[in-house]
């Protein structure tokens, strides 16, 4: 069937196993821009977040929603993804989230505080949400089966790269402009992209489609939504009760019933947004457990590197950029021999190594001090990159290894929303654990220090030398200055020694996974 590409109005594919897209290749190439955006943005704002916070004048416990919203927005709306674009069209659904991605970023660009910049955040997700699964829809639909595997590696390459290239150019833009600019670039490539996906990209829409899961829907995001809040404001400033405030106690019941009808109701309707009957096949369900926790470990860790390496080293953003670099090139790189391995080996082997490597990666990160070298942050990283390269391939091999054909799509977009969830947990969780280890180390500090000792007198003493004739401060000036030292040395150590309790933790997650991880089954079962 001849198909001639018209400007702004396309004719609506037929949908046939032989009637492929001859502009594939553009066609790609417009699903790999917003493919690399939408995972652009989710590294790029960690090495603003100093600088945010300096803005906005708040603390870790707050600015973790700016990654959190985004994540957990992204993590709702993927699962319903596909029901919109069968009822409504493959290419309108990705110019939608192409077109919320960008407004999006315009308004977090425009923000003016954190509660405002959250909420952007939110529609950003919101928009990538749709771009990712959408994206990866229209590749496989573009592409005939002997090309498709080609088609994806590229479009794996483009969110790879942007790992890499997220921290740096985001440490580029925030060094030389302001953290404004990590969302400002965003509009332009946002505009080019969907000028591009309009023009190249011809529509399709599925000819059956199914009753949209509204109740799923919601219970699933009042569900989510609810733990999250509850998770990272119990030990807020202004949650002077804690975990047993009304508030806090009303938002774990609200979540906890929530749960219990979604799987109520996911269970018993022919269209379940999740389809929840997919965690009983042992593989899928232990594997989707592993990545769950995965994600609470791996991400919940990730976004403090870049506030240690500022806050704490006095790096600019873009060194802390910097030193995210190598990681998605070493996946890049690893994840090819990750797949041979898997093809060829017991695919556990591969999967377990990454998980081994990932967790001496964390617990190499829980020795940072305020005098930490270079080259002891970048061998963790190296190893960081290697174990990802290792961990993806397999584990979704794994898990996918006995779901029926017919249900592979539905199961892979499944796995990916579970680790996203796992990485919006995990921010809150350890965000809220890094809170409270702060507070623990600055008393048992603050406790040790001793005014009477030989060695306090002392380095007090040298410290009013100094700030009485260096620093031309009085007498009076001088005493003052030597306690705000003593009390800033203590503030800064124990908020170190509570991002090396959070990494600590990581490894320790990490570690415990290889116990589930020897308990999948790795021989495939007939259909």
Request: with cysteine; charged share 10%; net charge neutral.
């Amino acid at each position: 069937m001849a198909r001639e590409l018209q400007l702004g109005k396309q004719p609506v594919l037929t949908g046939l196993a032989d009637d492929f897209e001859p502009n594939k290749w553009w066609v790609l190439v417009s699903v790999m821009i917003g493919t690399f955006m939408a995972v652009l943005d989710s590294t790029i704002v960690s090495v603003a977040f100093p600088k945010m916070m300096a803005a906005f004048g708040v603390g870790v416990d707050q600015i973790e929603w700016v990654m959190t919203a985004y994540l957990l927005a992204f993590a709702v709306v993927l699962p319903s993804s596909g029901w919109v674009a069968d009822h409504f069209g493959y290419k309108k659904s990705y110019m939608l989230g192409f077109l919320l991605f960008t407004l999006g970023s315009l308004l977090c660009s425009l923000s003016w505080n954190e509660e405002v910049l959250i909420l952007f955040r939110i529609i950003q997700g919101v928009g990538a949400g749709f771009m990712m699964p959408v994206g990866m829809a229209i590749v496989t639909r573009t592409f005939p089966p002997k090309e498709r595997g080609v088609a994806l590696g590229f479009w794996g390459i483009a969110a790879a790269a942007s790992i890499s290239l997220g921290p740096l150019f985001g440490g580029y833009l925030v060094d030389n402009f302001s953290w404004h600019a990590i969302f400002d670039i965003n509009i332009p490539v946002g505009i080019f992209g969907l000028l591009m996906v309009w023009i190249i990209q011809k529509e399709y829409k599925a000819e059956n489609v199914t009753k949209f899961d509204f109740f799923g829907f919601v219970t699933m995001t009042i569900a989510l939504g609810s733990l999250l809040l509850a998770l990272s404001t119990a030990n807020s400033d202004w949650n002077t009760d804690g975990w047993t405030s009304v508030f806090i106690l009303s938002c774990i019941f609200l979540s906890a019933l929530s749960f219990v009808l979604f799987f109520l109701v996911e269970t018993h309707i022919s269209y379940p947004i999740i389809n929840v009957r997919l965690f009983k096949d042992h593989n899928f369900g232990l594997s989707s457990f592993i990545m769950f926790v995965f994600g609470l470990a791996f991400f919940g860790n990730a976004f403090l590197l870049p506030i240690y390496l500022q806050n704490s080293l006095g790096y600019t953003a873009l060194q802390a950029g910097m030193v995210f670099f190598p990681v998605g090139i070493l996946q890049a790189f690893v994840s090819p021999l990750s797949g041979k391995l898997t093809d060829t080996l017991n695919p556990k082997i591969p999967a377990i190594f990454g998980m081994v490597t990932l967790a001496t990666s964390l617990y190499l990160f829980s020795f940072f001090s305020l005098q930490t070298m270079h080259a002891q942050i970048m061998l963790p990283m190296y190893l960081r990159g290697i174990a990802l390269g290792f961990i993806f391939t397999p584990m979704m091999t794994i898990a996918l290894y006995n779901i029926p054909k017919a249900q592979l799509a539905q199961a892979s977009g499944l796995f990916n929303t579970v680790r996203q969830i796992g990485g919006s947990f995990g921010i809150a969780i350890l965000g809220t654990l890094l809170t409270q280890r702060v507070a623990f180390h600055k008393q048992i500090y603050g406790g040790q220090i001793d005014a009477s000792s030989p060695t306090f007198q002392e380095v007090a003493k040298r410290i009013k030398e100094y700030a009485l004739h260096a620093a031309g401060a009085t007498p009076h000036g001088a005493v003052v200055q030597a306690k705000v030292l003593f009390v800033k040395d203590i503030v800064a150590q124990a908020f170190v020694q509570g991002i090396n309790d959070d990494f600590f933790v990581g490894a320790l997650l990490t570690a415990t996974l290889i116990i589930p991880l020897l308990m999948l089954k790795t021989k495939r079962q007939n259909h």
